[in-house]
């Protein structure tokens, strides 16, 4: 990273992270109620229990860097399968354009097809260019949502298209996606990728992890299971 690039993105963050501190105190204030639904999509649809390892996400779906952390966890998921749960919070970042709409278009779908909301992901990750700030500053807000509409269509099936179109007319899908910007602040988010293991920030947040690396903080988490149950002592009827 150049030392102008640095200093800009050293600064955006600073900013943004009064601003979400700002946020997140009027959100105190203001949302007397928690939503109805724990924010995020779960990529994992097995068991959860005390001993499952929790991992959580923040991704912004036109950040570059997102997009590089996400398949080598992926990869880390499937490896560990029934022993890892993974759930991933939206954070649009206001400096990425079009953060919000993507997001939006996430939720639209995972209200329509839960099962197409990662599917979508991959493809924001894939066609990021399309969307992502100097690609867009000779287009109309209409177009750009227009051309993200058509995206999730082809993703997840053109027959949604008119229903992902609707979703962008209502509300409820923009309120969700208020939640989750709201939710992260309330975190203590303000970069992607950002991720937390049990409860716990994992450090170099705004970067990707390797393979390698998700191995190197999930493997001695579930050692110390295995080494917990092994001192249970053995009860006899």
């Known amino acids: 990273m150049g030392t102008e690039k640095g200093t800009t993105y050293l600064l955006s963050s600073f900013f943004f992270s009064i601003f979400l501190t700002i946020v997140c105190q009027r959100t105190v204030k203001a949302q007397s109620l928690p939503p109805a639904k724990y924010d995020g999509f779960l990529y994992t649809n097995h068991r959860v229990d005390s001993d499952t390892i929790m991992i959580e996400a923040f991704f912004d779906p036109v950040c570059p860097d997102s997009r590089d952390a996400w398949p080598p966890l992926k990869q880390a998921i499937h490896h560990y399968g029934s022993r890892v749960s993974l759930i991933v919070h939206l954070l649009p970042l206001p400096y990425h354009d079009y953060a919000f709409s993507t997001s939006r278009a996430l939720h639209i779908v995972n209200l329509l097809n839960p099962s197409a909301t990662f599917r979508l992901l991959e493809s924001f990750f894939e066609y990021q260019g399309r969307f992502y700030n100097a690609e867009t500053s000779n287009k109309s807000r209409d177009a750009v949502v227009d051309e993200i509409i058509k ?42 990728p950002t991720f937390y293991i049990n409860g716990f920030a994992v450090p170099d947040s705004g970067s990707a992890i390797d393979y390698k690396q998700w191995r190197s903080f999930i493997d001695p988490l579930l050692l110390a299971q295995s080494r917990k149950r092994d001192d249970l002592p053995h009860l006899s009827l």
């Open 151 to 192: 995206l999730a269509a082809e993703t997840v099936g053109n027959s949604y298209y008119s229903a992902i179109e609707l979703g962008f007319n209502d509300r409820k899908t923009d309120l969700k996606t208020r939640i989750s910007f709201k939710y992260s602040a309330s975190r203590g988010v303000f970069g992607t």
